[in-house]
T-cell receptor, first 113, second 114 residues
Framework: GDSVTQTEGQVALSEEDFLTIHCNYSASGYPALFWYVQYPGEGPQFLFRASRDKEKGSSRGFEATYNKEATSFHLQKASVQESDSAVYYCALSALNYAQGLTFGLGTRVSVFP | DMKVTQMPRYLIKRMGENVLLECGQDMSHETMYWYRQDPGLGLQLIYISYDVDSNSEGDIPKGYRVSRKKREHFSLILDSAKTNQTSVYFC?????????????FGKGTRLTVV
């Protein structure tokens, strides 16, 4: 079946550091790719998506580019703030049929002032 | 205000009791979902509903059933709860179930089965 792998389980950063979270996927078809963010006591919230090769998704200073050849969708942010502390999930969904989202295990990001 | 509402937020049940988790959405979304979230396992899909009375098993349906009699409501039922069903349960909805559609999640129900 489809799967998503996030390399980093936890990341600790200082404010204004550069953030990268690596996401690779395995899917039988051509999926849509997503990043979701989850704050304590909340459900996951949509951050952005991309649905075709080389498309860049972005929101709130975060960005990721769909790379079909490398099967990757790495999340980056140039300068993190303490308010970016959260758990980030990479996810995929089939483009042409309804199967729900398949999530990675998540990356806990802690940003210290 | 676009939201998914889950009730209750916290629930403690004894093993063998029946459990009903309720979910509502105010966006007229066709598709609704139930996920559970566990440490080390992430979010796993239990059931997906494409519309009223049109439900399909997800990745981990065993021990659960669902009911959707109105488009805006989707219930998760545990008949005879087990301790390994202790988890945080998230309901979600989307305009359609296909591809690049944004999925909206509720705040979750933390269920403890003792």
């Amino acid at each position: 079946g489809d799967s998503v792998t996030q390399t980093e389980g936890q990341v600790a950063l200082s404010e204004e550091d550069f953030l990268t979270i690596h996401c690779n996927y395995s899917a039988s078809g051509y999926p849509a790719l997503f990043w979701y963010v989850q704050y304590p006591g909340e459900g996951p919230q949509f951050l952005f998506r991309a649905s075709r090769d080389k498309e860049k998704g972005s929101s709130r200073g975060f960005e990721a580019t769909y790379n079909k050849e490398a099967t990757s969708f790495h999340l980056q942010k140039a300068s993190v703030q303490e308010s970016d502390s959260a758990v980030y999930y990479c996810a995929l969904s089939a483009l042409n049929y309804a199967q729900g989202l398949t999530f990675g295990l998540g990356t806990r990001v802690s940003v210290f002032p | 205000d676009m939201k998914v509402t889950q009730m209750p937020r916290y629930l403690i049940k004894r093993m063998g009791e029946n459990v009903l988790l309720e979910c509502g959405q105010d966006m007229s979304h066709e598709t609704m979902y139930w996920y559970r979230q566990d440490p080390g396992l992430g979010l796993q899909l239990i059931y997906i509903s494409y519309d009223v009375d049109s439900n399909s098993e997800g990745d981990i349906p065993k021990g659960y059933r669902v009911s959707r009699k109105k488009r805006e409501h989707f219930s998760l039922i545990l008949d005879s709860a087990k301790t390994n069903q202790t988890s945080v349960y998230f309901c979600a909805s989307s305009l359609s179930g296909q591809g690049a559609t944004e999925v909206f999640f509720g705040k979750g129900t933390r269920l403890t089965v003792v």
